[in-house]
Every structure is written in structure tokens, then in C-alpha cells.
């Protein structure tokens, strides 16, 4: 009997399977595709004191008409979720419905800031950095990445822990 799954729309640092793995390495997880989701932004806010995990704010999506998100449909084990909602502490989960690259839709979990004190923040380097390797890695359209690579970072330069479990996860030692 197969366990009970469920699909997540990873649209940041999500989007890279090593770091989805970081906090549950054993997680069952699954690539279905690359998908948009219409009518929502990304942006980064924060509504807690720095540092946080990515020393800088988080990735969250904002309603906007005009607005198109990117990312990916995992699909995942029910009993992961838990999980996954820690490692998003901070974040709401909602239910939106993004559509692939020839039309089909998936009702997926997504996790999305509530308020914010900080809205509109630059992310630190290093989170630039795993959100653009995972839009590579899953075959994100260019035009998308283009406009990832384009967001100013805040130049953190300091020690980062997170960053360099998932780099060491991709096989990437820091020097």
C-alpha cells in the first residue's frame, strides 16, 4: 500500500531538491514539473529580527494581478509535511493552483508570509544564490532566471551555515 502524498509548490530555495533535503534527507520526494503560478509575486519580506536562517528575509509570494511566480511541484509524502511547515516557520500554508508548461493543473501546498514588518527586502547573496540553482537545476524558463538574477542582494558576506550544508549537499566545498 503506498503512502498518502501531496504536492508542494516550492517557488525559492525550495525549488533546489538538496535543500529540500537538508532538514528530512530521507524525505520521499518527486519531481513533477516546473509550473507558474498566475496572479502572484515574489518578493522578500521578514516580520522577524535578522538574522533568520538566511541571514536576510524570506522568499514569499504576494498577490498581484499582473504577477507570475515560477517554481516547482514536488510531490511528497503526508508525513513530511510537518516537517516541512517547521522548516517554514514563519510562513502560512495555503492551497493555490499553479499550471505546468502545456496546461495542466496541480492543487499544491505553498507557504506565503502573512503580515510583514519588512516588506520588500533584499535577500542575502547566499539565499540568491540556492534560489537560482534550483530554477536552473529544475528547468525553470531563462526569461524567469533572468529576472531572479536580476534582484539586488543585501552583499552579506559573513559565515552561513545553511548555505554551506546545501552547498556540501550539491558536492560543493567552501573554501
Not at 119 to 140: F, H, L, T, V, W
Not at 149 to 164: K, N, T
Request: include cysteine; aromatic fraction near 10%; charged fraction near 25%.
Amino acid at each position: 500500500m503506498s503512502k498518502e502524498k501531496f504536492y508542494h509548490f516550492g517557488y525559492a530555495s525550495n525549488m533546489l531538491k538538496e535543500r529540500l533535503l537538508v532538514d528530512r534527507p530521507n524525505a520521499y520526494k518527486k519531481f513533477v514539473c516546473v509550473a507558474k503560478l498566475q496572479g502572484y509575486k515574489l518578493t522578500f519580506d521578514r516580520i522577524w529580527p535578522l538574522p533568520g536562517d538566511w541571514h536576510g528575509p524570506c522568499a514569499t509570494i504576494r498577490p498581484d494581478p499582473e504577477g507570475v511566480t515560477w517554481g516547482v511541484v514536488w510531490e511528497l509524502e503526508t508525513g513530511d509535511k510537518a516537517a516541512l511547515k517547521n522548516q517554514e516557520c514563519k510562513l502560512n500554508d495555503i492551497d493555490v493552483i499553479v499550471e505546468d508548461q502545456i496546461g495542466n493543473k496541480y492543487t499544491c501546498l505553498v507557504f506565503e508570509m502573512g503580515g510583514s514588518d519588512h516588506p520588500g527586502e533584499r535577500p542575502s547573496p547566499q539565499y540568491k544564490d540556492i534560489i537560482i540553482r534550483g530554477a536552473r537545476q529544475s528547468g525553470i524558463p531563462n526569461d524567469y532566471i533572468t529576472v531572479l538574477e536580476s534582484i539586488e542582494d543585501s552583499g552579506y558576506d559573513g559565515p552561513h551555515a545553511l548555505y554551506s550544508q546545501v552547498l556540501e549537499s550539491l558536492g560543493i566545498h567552501q573554501q
